[in-house]
Nanobody
Framework: QVQLVESGGGSVQAGGSLRLSCAAS????????MGWFRQAPGKGREEVAT????????HYADSVKGRFTVSRDKANNTVYLQMNGLKPEDTAIYFC?????????????WGQGTQVTVSS
């Protein structure tokens, strides 16, 4: 059974930092993508930062470029999100996702989410 478990959310003041972690387990095949999405109150889920094994590439939302960094421990199917320079508009539930394939359709497994709250 596929399981993704996030940790590291919390509350921080604007300008602060947080580091999210996510460990994936139960996959019977190579996990070729891992990443982070978020959903703010009243809004849809959006991609934040994603990492793909094919081409060893990463992708960031324009709103977080230069502030957030995604990294992976491929051997242990773990993904991290280092968030610096946090802004109140970063407040959301952050979801870890993973899977096998190409592009955003790769992400078929999801974590339960972790709350990040940034106060001004």
């Amino acid at each position: 059974q596929v399981q993704l478990v996030e940790s590291g959310g919390g509350s921080v003041q604007a300008g602060g930092s947080l580091r999210l972690s996510c460990a994936a387990s139960g996959y019977r095949y190579i996990v070729s993508c891992m990443g982070w999405f978020r959903q703010a109150p009243g809004k849809g889920r959006e991609e934040v930062a994603t990492s793909y094994s094919y081409g060893d590439s990463t992708h960031y939302a324009d709103s977080v470029k230069g502030r957030f960094t995604v990294s992976r421990d491929k051997a242990n199917n773990t993904v991290y999100l280092q968030m610096n320079g946090l802004k109140p508009e970063d407040t959301a539930i952050y979801f870890c996702a993973a899977g096998h394939g190409l592009g955003l359709t790769c992400f078929t497994g999801w974590g339960q989410g972790t709350q990040v709250t940034v106060s001004s």
